[in-house]
């Protein structure tokens, strides 16, 4: 038991993160707890990293989803589309860690 | 009237080719709307002006930069014009704002900007246009900027389209005390100006002045009549116009027609309109869409808006039509007809829905968001909104328009938008309110912060624990405050959400004291706690992978255990309990040595239960931990095999002796390392083995990609070797990896390709031209294109180039070696296939450019009588750009007798700038230094009375002086001609003053630099220092070691809004360093943080503050700043600190050296970094301090291999003259100790024995301790003492060993 959790820690230690996927095109009308309620058919999650913009109070448009299992993540990665409040969200697994990047804002018209 | 009219006929100018001109402008493509409107727009940059010796007007290099801007805002507004036939106010004002801050605006900006202020701009109402253009205009003049005609009829046209009412005649007089003579534009103009009033009086008077001037009466001028006539409510008068057209032989076009329909539009007349629409039909007369989209705006705009959908359905859908329909919504819209506009949306949905790309529809968002910005009434916006929803367009419009009043902070109409939501049944959430928190959060501003609130409360939305710490709280000055405030304001909060976002405030400042402060609160219910812990693993801030910073949780829980006495936790051991099972679950991790505080104090107290529970917590030990598990050695060892490759690359270009290395020890090769060697065997053209070594690569790590260096020169390889279909899988590749390619990379692609070119590969080329184009890699261009008819050319195929020359501008638009193929072919007396070559690009480029390609030929091959006969075709005229495209030719290959008869045959081309010409002719007396041609030169330019520009002079004089020639002129300095200048009374502009400034600075001349700055100042009182001069200065007074001066030129700038250039900034901090001014440094980048634009390398201030560190012969602070650097994030591993060691090493400065190399090995022993390892590795290797790289690789491997031996044994073997083998071989058999591996230490005995090698007392000790555990018998005398003797007799020795060196 202690055995394996070093092991997890270590990888973690390393900078590896297991089990997460990036979110992007999250609909602004949505905030962390709509994106955690949506992602639990998918499996535990564990974390839910949705970085608000605090000049702006709108969140980015991307976050992260941990899950507690590998099963989680998989079955989050096998379902087209993810359609939250009839937004597409675009859901890849998670390359990166998290580093807090900026994400410019496109002023889009039409 | 009538009469004055009439006599257009008479005038001298055709009346049709003028039509033809009006003709061209209305079909222009949507980049042309820039300049579009005004007949015989000047064309910027091709007026010859021959200037005076000193006239106001900016250098070359400043023109150019200014050109480049130019462009860029060019760029800019254009594209946006394109895609969507209007500007946004932001951009605008952002384009004027860069004009205005890099210094002073040239007059093509000024012009460009002040084009923009009209009907480009649908979205800004009139009134504000007006301001704006107005604005512009005066800052623009107040910069320094020279207005002509063309600025003037410019602002004429924004008066138009922007409905400014004001005097013709004072706009005459205007321009005539700036001394500009108005032109028929602007005559034109002023016409239009009287007849929007209805003044033909007004009009009249202006036609009087154009006839006297001989100007021509165009089509324009009629259809301004017609308006005027209609507005004076002369109908019949109006409609006449017609005739009178006809009757003057001006056949009345389009905008005849829509001026009539305008008209009509405007009085209702709907049975006319019918009547005219259908007159210009049977005129064959194309209406376009945005005619017709004129005509619907005035029928809004007087009222008539029930005819606009029958209007709306003669509509053509023309190209371009949805933003042009766009636009018309958006101007009805600003103009207070949302109605109309909303009638105008519905009716092209159905093109929209074509362009719609995402799944939800979300049609009219263009539509909403001008609503909203136009403060359009909820009652509206929410009637819009529900129809676009109704009608299936649109699936949450009411969340966009909430995000729209959002995004303006309108907090009302965001508020009202939220109640329609929640009556309709949308889920309300609490961070819709949170935009608006932070626009109150901004401003400080309380009451709207509880404004705010109170809607939030009234319309149930409950305000969460991020709502209140990151939101409101920060808005208070306290968090006291803030509770009395809401509690006075009504509102109802839950106290333990309240404590919870206080803790959560004081923890995002990062404040742990505060936090802890905050501890009494600690003792409230277990739930607060877990709250409060989940706040710190959540937080981003807390919860990042560097130990510091996720240490915090652990501090924490120190912390709080810590302030427990030991009765608290005894009675509340079973809460904890739970707290800690709950943290369990939480994947808390907590560090080792905080893990033992934790179990001191609760063991202290005597509750092992709790012991036993926090023991479960994932313990991590932070540094040092490489050396755990056999896993971690891994980068270890990778680390001296790279180094081995690299060195070997690098320095020895041994390819085979690293080739070796690699299959030796593949397992351990870094995707650098298989880099290099790639590389190398690039170089070496060993084109099998780098595909072999990258294939390998791929096998390894299928995400590795390199640099598109040695890509390219894979790629070049490859196909050198007729490996094309590999070489163009590494395009592919490139492509995959998005590997960026920079100039000089293409240019090796192009070299890639000319070496297939001089084989006659025609075949290759096609092949890697058209993977580097689809695939995207770069941009076709001339270079990229040209090998494939170089191909062709060296063989002497001449038909096969021109073949060629035509695919490759039917497939990329280019023409390369278009004069090579001509000079062939002239040269050849191929007639045949040359009128071909002309054909085809009188055709593709026109005739005047093919003239010009025929013109180099004839000069190329010296046919100078028929080079001649082109250059005086008539109607030719001159192109700057071709002219002196071929004089650079000709200046590169040192051809004198093209150039001169080049420069003899354009005497009488129109507009040919006579300068330029002497002036090359000059460049090339220069290189041969040919002063007696030079001299022949001026002689000519003195027969063609030319007065040649300053610059041309002092080249002349320059030629001269050099061969001991008296020079026959004064040339004139340019300090001197401004002192002069200012005695005169002339005045100049800010411009000139800031160019000569620059000139001065450059040379380090601060004292003129600064006379001249106060004579600007005298003349031009608000005169100050461009950006680039003030850097220029900033770097002159570093130069001098005027710190002091240069760190205060800086603020200064800062101060006014300047942005110091990368370099002046970078020599301020070397600067500093060098001083060993610490505390500037760090003000510096203080400062230069605010910034945030600028591109600096991130070292620059760590290095400099470290070496500034070591000026100060504080070795240790250097020391601490730099690994602490490398320990507190990770990411620092990709930043160098070579810049360091270089001038360490430069400096021989020994003391330093010493630290910095014991820093480094520290690094890689307790903190598993080796970046700085590395850096002084090859600071060594590029120093030619190759001993020196030797020992640290050798003492790395000693420090970091203690379990692997076998390797270290490789590496000295593969590292011929290894020093101190003694060392290695003692390190070696402690490995074998510790690996418990007999066998290799029995054979390395033997080895060392082989050559000789004397083993130390310790490491026979530990070799007899192998045999022994082995059960062999010890083939020498075992020494009798115990371990930690012959360790502690050895380190004496070494210490001893070290002295006299140090003597």
Known sequence: MLHSQGLNMAATAAGKKVFEVFVSKVPWTVATKEVKEYFRQFGQVKKCLLPFDKETGFHRGFCWIGFTTEEGLQNALQKDPHIIEGARLQVQKNRKPFSGRKSNKEAEDN | MAALLRSARLLKCSPALLLQVTGNTRHAPAAGRLYSGAVGTPHVGLCVQQRGLVKDEPSVAVRSKQAQQFDWALAKLDSSVRRTGRVTKTLLLHIFHDICRTGYPSGNQALLMLRSCGSLLPEVPLVERIELSQRIWDKLQELGATYDVSHYNALLKTY??????????????????????????????????????????????????????????????????????????????????????????????????????????????????????????????????????????????????????????????????????????????????????FSVLK????????????????????????????????????????????????????????????????????????????????????????????????????????????????????????????????????????????????????????????????????????????????????????????????????????????????????????????????????????????????????????????????????????????????????????????????PVVSICVSMCVVELCLSHQKLERALELKILYEADMTPAAYAMLINLCCRHDNAEEALKLKMELARKDSEVALDAQKYVALVRVLSKHGKLEEAIDMLKEMKEKDVQLRDGTISLLTLTMNTAAMKGDANSIRRLQEAIFTLGLAKPSSNLCSPLITCY??????????????????????????????????????????????????????????????????????????????????????????????????????????????????????????????????????????????????????????????????????????????????????????????????????????????????????????????IATDHVPEFSLSDNANSLLIVSQVKRCQMKDALGTLKGMLQADQVPSQLAITRLVQGLASEGNTQDIQEVEALVKTLGSIKLSSMLFVNNAALAHIKNEDIDSAVELLQSFYIQNTDNQKSSISFVFRKVLDANNDAALDKLSAMVERLCNHFASYRAATDLFLMYLDTGRTEEAKFLLQVLCCILLPVQAAKIKALSELIPDFTEKENIYSHLVKCCGLDKDFSSAKALYERMQAEGVKADELTLKRLALLYKEAGEPVPFEEPPESFSFYADKLKKQRSESMEPADC
């Open chain 2, 347 to 634: 009716s092209f949905t159905g093109l929209l829905v074509q362009s719609q790309t995402s799944d939800s529809p979300d049609l009219g968002n263009f539509f909403l968001r001008h609503c909203v910005n136009m403060d359009k009434s909820v009652e509206n916006i929410v009637r819009f909104c529900k129809d676009l929803k109704d009608s299936g367009l649109h699936s949450s419009p009411l969340q966009f328009t909430l995000q729209c009043s959002l995004e303006a902070k309108k907090t009302g109409m965001a508020v009202e938008l939220m109640r329609r939501m929640k009556e309709e049944g949308v889920p309300l959430r609490p961070h819709y309110f949170w935009p608006l928190f932070t626009h109150y959060q901004k401003e400080k501003n309380i009451s709207g912060t509880l404004q705010a609130l109170r809607a939030m409360q009234e319309l149930g939305v409950a305000s969460d624990m991020d709502t209140f710490s990151i939101y409101i709280l920060p808005s208070f000055p306290s968090v006291d405050s803030a509770r009395t405030s809401l509690k006075e304001a009504g509102i109802d909060v839950d106290a333990n959400i309240l404590i919870a976002a206080e803790l959560r405030a004081e923890a995002s400042r990062g404040n742990l004291a505060g936090l802890f402060s905050l501890k009494p609160l600690l003792k409230s219910p277990l739930h607060l706690l877990l709250q409060i812990t989940e706040l710190l693993c959540k937080d981003p801030r807390f919860n990042s992978t560097e130990p510091e910073t996720s240490e915090n949780v652990a501090y924490f829980l120190y912390n709080l255990i810590d302030s427990m006495n030991e009765t608290e936790v005894h009675s509340k051991e079973e809460q904890l309990r739970e707290y800690f099972g709950l943290l369990k679950n939480m994947n808390i991790s907590i560090s080792l040595n905080i893990f033992r505080g934790i179990r001191n104090i609760l063991e202290s107290y005597q509750v092992p239960e709790l012991v036993k529970e926090i023991a479960c917590f994932h313990v991590v030990k932070y540094g040092g931990c490489w050396s755990v598990t056999s896993h971690h050695s891994k």
């Open chain 2, 160 to 341: 138009l389209q922007n409905e400014f009412r004001f005097s013709p005649t004072d706009f005459l007089a205007k321009m005539e005390a700036a001394n500009v003579q108005p032109n028929r534009v602007t005559y034109q103009r002023l016409i239009a100006a009287y007849c929007e009033v209805g003044d033909i009086e007004g009009a009249s008077t202006i036609l009087g002045f154009m006839k006297s001037k001989d100007l021509p009466i165009t089509e324009a001028v009629f259809n301004s009549l017609a308006t005027g006539h209609a507005r004076a409510r002369d109908m019949d008068s109006a409609e006449g116009i017609l005739s009178v057209m006809k009757g003057a032989g001006i056949e009345p076009g389009p905008d005849t027609y829509l001026s009539l329909l305008n008209v009509y539009a405007e009085k209702g007349d709907f049975a006319k309109m019918k009547q005219t629409l259908e007159m210009v039909e049977n005129a064959d007369i194309h209406l376009m869409d945005r005619d017709l989209m004129q005509v619907v705006f005035s029928l809004t705009k007087a009222g008539h808006q029930q005819y606009v959908p029958e209007i709306v359905e003669r509509m053509h859908h023309e190209r371009g039509y949805v933003p042009d329909a766009m636009n018309l919504c958006l101007s009805l819209i600003t103009h207070g007809h949302e109605e109309t506009a």
């Open chain 2, 793 to 1014: 050319l060296e063989s002497g195929n001449y038909a096969g180039a021109f073949d060629a020359t035509v695919e490759v501008h039917k497939q990329y638009n280019q023409m390369p070696k278009i004069h090579d193929l001509i000079c062939g072919l002239v040269e050849k007396g191929d007639a045949e296939l040359l009128q071909n070559v002309v054909e085809f690009l009188s055709q593709e480029r026109g005739e005047m450019m093919m003239l010009y390609d025929l013109y180099f030929a004839f000069l190329q091959t010296g046919r100078y009588k028929e080079a001649r006969k082109i250059i005086e075709t008539p109607g030719l005229r001159a192109r700057p750009t071709r002219l002196q495209w071929f004089a650079e030719k000709c200046i590169a290959a040192q051809q004198m007798e093209p150039l001169e008869n080049m420069v003899d045959m354009t005497v009488k081309l129109f507009e040919c700038d006579r300068d330029d010409m002497y002036h090359c002719l000059l460049r090339l007396c220069k290189e041969t230094n040919d002063w007696q041609k030079a001299e022949a030169t001026w002689m000519k330019m003195q027969e063609e009375n030319l007065a040649p520009r300053e610059r041309t002079l002092r080249l002349l004089a320059d030629i001269l002086k050099n061969n001991d020639k008296e020079v026959p002129f004064e040339v004139p300095e340019a300090y001197d001609m401004l002192k002069e200048a200012g005695s005169t009374g002339m005045v100049l502009g800010p411009a000139p003053y800031d160019t000569l400034i620059k000139a001065l600075l450059a040379k380090g001349n601060i004292e003129d630099a600064m006379a001249v700055k106060n």
